[in-house]
């Protein structure tokens, strides 16, 4: 390993004798003067297959909302999806699966950007500047590796140990300046905040020489979503609801249709009391407390709100009114999406005007970032 400089090897970069002749800045700017940072919104939803309740209320009705006051990209992460094996005819399917699902759901594509992941190169490219810019350190405390990968980490892909890179590429790419996430991915998205950081420290001197006094990258802030923001199992209460459960009665899945739906709430685990007045008579009650959420993520309501109204009540009675809730929601967005699946050349075309509309935005950005980092670009 000689030499080596201690910038090769993950230290602070060491401070250049004289500074090189200031190249003309990217997009017009003027150098030395910072520029405002359009509110850009990003965020995206990996392709993996029966899609949920969990994803729907968790991730895809709050797209549907975000789009009525800001700008918004979403993406199909279909890089992400390969950090675990993905067959790859499957792989096609759940990415058309998860489009038709945002079109379903309200997502107007003319108005925003859909599109997967894959089509821009971008998202590669930043990931690897990132995975030089990140340090070890900030990977080995990303605690969702250690869960996926579980006790067999030797073998997990290196894709999967390093994809918060990635996350932050998705993100960064955009200078998207709000990314809406759940509880379990806070994390994530400090490490994007944490990569985009260094990367304005470490390039200070040539961001400002393109006209980027503050440093290129925005600090993404998190927006958080409202009730029912983590949906567990209908079957048990302490455990999030998911594809991979074995028991289908666990899940409601978004194309279910109107009697599969009304099977699973009924059959839905609960206790033998009737539902508190407040919030706080939820506590050690997992499955009320899930059921509660999901009325009042599905009504647009908060838990307080869904208990002032039934307290006292049996859960038969209530089960019934989520029933009525669940299939006036989810019935209609599942019956468009199997319409939107029958035609999948169309699904391909409306992800080709994505990906088009999405390099619009990303490749001067990422010109402008291997302009910083010192790259020889056209």
């Not at 009540?313 to 209530?318: A, L, N």
Request: a positive charge; charged letters at 25%.
């Amino acid at each position: 390993m000689t030499g080596k400089s201690k910038q090769e090897h993950g230290g602070k970069p060491r401070k250049a004798a004289a500074p090189r002749k200031a190249r003309k800045p990217r997009g017009g700017g003027a150098a030395g003067k910072a520029r405002p940072i359009r509110e850009r919104v990003f965020s995206g939803v990996q392709p993996t297959g029966n899609l949920h309740l969990g994803n729907y209320l968790g991730a895809i009705k709050r797209f549907v909302e975000l789009q009525e006051s800001h700008e918004c990209i979403y993406c199909v992460v279909d890089m992400h999806a390969i950090t675990v094996w993905q067959d790859p005819e499957a792989l096609t399917r759940n990415t058309r699966e998860v489009t038709a699902a945002f079109i379903a759901a309200g997502i107007d594509p003319d108005k925003q950007i859909v599109f997967n992941q894959s089509q821009v190169s971008g998202h590669a490219e930043l990931a690897w500047i990132f995975s030089c810019v990140a340090r070890l350190g900030w990977l080995n405390r990303m605690t969702q590796f250690k869960e996926k990968a579980g006790k067999s980490r030797e073998n997990a892909s290196v894709g999967l140990y390093a994809y918060p890179n990635l996350m932050a590429a998705d993100i960064l790419l955009y200078r998207a300046t709000h990314v809406p996430v759940g509880e379990d991915q806070k994390q994530h998205l400090e490490l994007a905040r944490d990569i985009a950081q260094k990367f304005n420290t470490d390039f200070a001197e040539s961001c400002a020489r393109a006209g980027f006094e503050g440093g290129f990258f925005p600090l993404p802030e998190p927006l958080i979503a409202g009730p029912a923001t983590r949906v567990m199992s209908l079957r048990d209460g302490t455990k999030k609801m998911s594809k991979s459960d074995p028991s289908d009665l666990a899940r409601i899945n978004m194309t279910d249709d109107a009697d599969a739906i009304a099977k699973k709430i009924r059959k839905a685990r609960t206790d033998p009391d009737p539902l508190p007045s407040e919030p706080a008579g939820l506590e050690g009650r997992p499955e009320a407390e899930n059921l509660v959420g999901i009325f009042a993520a599905l009504s647009g309501t908060s838990p307080e709100d869904v208990l002032a109204t039934h307290g006292g009540s049996q859960f038969s009675d209530f089960k019934k009114e989520l029933i009525a809730l669940a299939i006036a929601e989810i019935g209609p967005i599942g019956a468009e999406m199997q319409r939107l699946m029958s035609d999948p050349a169309e699904i391909d075309r409306i992800l080709c005007r994505g990906a088009a509309r999405a390099r619009q935005i990303a490749d001067p950005n990422m010109r402008t970032v291997k302009d910083i980092v010192g790259f020889v670009v056209e």
